[in-house]
């Protein structure tokens, strides 16, 4: 039996048991102090507290049970609390937690950088950086890119999310609340579209959205806005994780390479959420055959614990000592736990997120006959998106619908979350069997249902 069967199998709590109204007494405690005292800043979908995790499973403070296919936004890979990855944690915790990569040498953190470079797209020699999380990644990028190339500009795409530190804010175009207020962000970054197969560039054209981009790109913001001589970088997030999870088409990644070594341009892929085995492979990238000059990687990296890396070409991260570093960047702790999720996606966990990406796609298949709410279901291994829409004809949005999908989820025992404007995404840890996914697909199936008679 796989570790994920035992995992699953071998708790009486594989499945939601709700016992309380949502939230419970002991949450709503807990939802007043926070509203009290944490800052207001912070997005919350519905009122869950949680209290302890155990694979596939989330316990909220009232003894409540979930499913859990949100992983955290899809950080807990190895689902909550992996008896590896904890007993890692453990041992290294009590051994060293802190001596800061920036000053000192630690074994950790150079086995770490040589396996991840050992697994990034393309021939040539990758060297590693350490920060804490997927925006101070991008940060990095950012930095080296411009440093590498000696040029000060930068392309991303709509609707993209890469980080709300000034810098990735800068290249984020996804919602404009998260840029409000905030004043002039970093000069000389352009957007461009990012090619939607569903309802084409502009709403246009779905069948014809990468070569539509792709002509946009070269033929109206290289020609009329930036002078390609310029870009340091385009970054772009081979599946967009805020932006409705729309996978970037093969031929539409294989034509923004082209592009980018035509000109001189270092392709960045974001592959924070996208990347570890979220897609049946390392990274998203590889389904297209591209080999990134630069990636960005977080979030399933360490199973939970706060760490970021970007992975380069040996010959782009020529930058000096001093020129960059993190103090905290690379924990010991954080690295420890990084190479047993990488143990454990090596052995089993990639080839699951492959084999249940294809199992629930299977499922889903019928759902836009089944379901007059659903517009579009699309990704990769376990990175699905499932569009919701007011009118399957015209693919009007529907966000409160798909809002309500949400709660309706939340009240049976199941974690989910948005995406974009009227996509739900479905993202589990990728140890998620085949009860659990049918229980989370048939639990939207009849929230679907209910959402429907009600319109």
């Not at 020699?125 to 990095?140: I, L, M």
């Not at 175009?173 to 000389?188: E, H, P």
């Amino acid at each position: 039996m796989s570790t994920a069967q035992t995992q699953a199998k071998g708790s009486k709590n594989a499945l939601p048991q709700i016992n309380t109204s949502l939230p419970g007494p002991e949450a709503r405690r807990v939802l007043e102090l926070d509203r009290t005292y944490v800052s207001p800043s912070y997005t919350r979908d519905y009122p869950l507290v949680a209290k302890r995790g155990q694979g596939m499973m989330v316990e909220d403070v009232d003894g409540n049970t979930f499913l859990d296919f949100a992983a955290g936004i899809a950080v807990v890979s190895t689902g909550h609390c992996h008896p590896e990855v904890v007993r890692a944690i453990q041992e290294q915790a009590a051994t060293l937690i802190h001596m800061s990569g920036t000053d000192f040498y630690y074994p950790g953190l150079a086995e770490l950088a040589e396996r991840l470079a050992s697994i990034a797209p393309g021939k040539e020699a990758k060297r590693v950086y350490f920060g804490n999380s997927g925006a101070e990644a991008v940060e990095a990028a950012i930095k080296l890119a411009k440093y590498h190339t000696k040029r000060d500009k930068l392309v991303a795409f709509h609707g993209a999310f890469h980080g709300r530190t000034m810098g990735a804010l800068s290249l984020t175009a996804s919602r404009s609340i998260q840029r409000k207020g905030f004043g002039t962000l970093l000069s000389g970054v352009f957007h461009t579209p990012f090619p939607d197969t569903y309802r084409g560039t502009y709403g246009v054209r779905p069948e014809c959205a990468s070569a539509d981009c792709l002509s946009y790109l070269e033929n109206e913001l290289f020609r009329r806005r930036v002078d390609p001589d310029e870009v340091a970088a385009i970054f772009i997030e081979p599946i967009q994780g805020e932006g409705g999870y729309l996978p970037a088409p093969a031929d539409f990644l294989q034509g923004l390479q082209r592009i980018c070594r035509k000109y001189g341009i270092l392709l960045v892929a974001d592959e924070v959420q996208s990347g570890m085995g979220r897609t049946g492979k390392w990274w998203a990238v590889e389904h297209a055959g591209v080999e990134p000059d630069i990636i960005c990687a977080a979030k399933g990296i360490a199973s939970g614990m706060p760490l970021g890396a970007v992975i380069a070409r040996a010959s782009v991260m020529d930058w000096t000592p001093g020129a960059h570093a993190s103090t905290f960047g690379g924990n010991p702790v954080c690295i420890a736990a990084a190479m047993a999720t990488m143990d454990l996606l090596e052995r089993e966990y990639i080839a699951n997120a492959a084999h249940m990406g294809e199992f629930i796609m299977s499922r889903l298949a019928d759902w836009r006959e089944r379901h007059k709410i659903v517009g579009d279901v699309r990704g990769r291994g376990l990175m699905i998106g499932i569009e919701i829409v007011r009118n399957q004809k015209t693919r009007e949005k529907a966000p409160d619908l798909r809002n309500k999908l949400v709660h309706a989820a939340f009240q049976k025992g199941l974690l989910v979350l948005g995406s974009g404007d009227t996509t739900l995404r479905l993202m589990p840890p990728l140890i998620v069997n085949e009860e659990q996914a049918d229980f989370a697909i048939l639990t939207l199936d009849g929230c679907l249902e209910e959402i429907e008679r009600e319109e």
